[in-house]
Structures are given as C-alpha cells and as structure tokens.
C-alpha cells in the first residue's frame, strides 16, 4: 500500500521559490514514475512534472519549464519539486501521485495513489 505525504507549501511573494517535497512508503523505486499536480478550485488537476524513478528522466509542463525542478531521493524514500521564479498563476494545491498504469503521466486517471497535498500561495 503506497503513501504519499506532501510539504513545504507556504505563502511566498512573485518571484520567490520553494521546495516541495512528497515523502513515500511502500513505494518501489526504480519502478514506475512520480508525478507532482496542482489544482485549483474549479478547475481539474493539471499536471505539472514527472520522473520516472528508474532512470531519473523527467518532464516538464510547458507552463514551469526552466522554473520548475523535479528531483527524487530514492534514499530518503523523497521526491522534491524546486519553484523558482514564483508566479501568480502557480498558485494551487499541489499534489503528488505515484503507482501509474502506463498512461500518458499529465493524465490524473493515470495514477492510482494521491497525497493529500499541499497549498501554494503566490502574491
């Protein structure tokens, strides 16, 4: 049974950053990918980076690329989300997600575990 357990949100200014991090238990590393989404209220959950834990290859929403890092520390049991350069439009509740089924990773129905996430406030 996978568990995911999301921090490091907070209240930064336009420009600012801050690192995310999603704790995992019973998680296999080097066996599928871990992704990290935010939403926000009316909206559905958009993907916004990936990594597949096996070869540590990620990817990018177009909308954080350059700003945004994904990074897993399969030691620590740990995978983190760097934000640089905050925008207002970052703000969210960001969520990780783990134990996909092979769909395409920005999809929320690709994963089956979810964290309860962690709230982002841009001003």
């Known amino acids: 049974h996978v568990q995911l357990v999301e921090s490091g949100g907070g209240s930064v200014q336009s420009g600012g950053s801050l690192r995310l991090s999603c704790a995992t238990s019973g998680y296999t590393y080097g066996s599928g990918t871990i992704a990290w989404f935010r939403q926000t209220p009316g909206s559905e959950r958009e993907g916004v980076a990936s990594i597949y834990t096996g070869t540590g290859k990620t990817y990018y929403n177009d909308s954080v690329q350059g700003r945004f890092t994904i990074s897993q520390d399969s030691g620590a049991h740990t995978v983190y989300l760097q934000m640089n350069n905050l925008k207002p439009e970052d703000a969210a509740m960001y969520y990780c997600?783990?134990?996909?089924?092979?769909?395409?990773?920005?999809?929320?129905?690709?994963?089956?575990?979810w964290g309860q996430g962690t709230q982002v406030t841009v001003s």
């Open positions: 997600a783990a134990d996909a089924n092979g769909g395409y990773w920005k999809s929320p129905r690709t994963f089956k575990s």
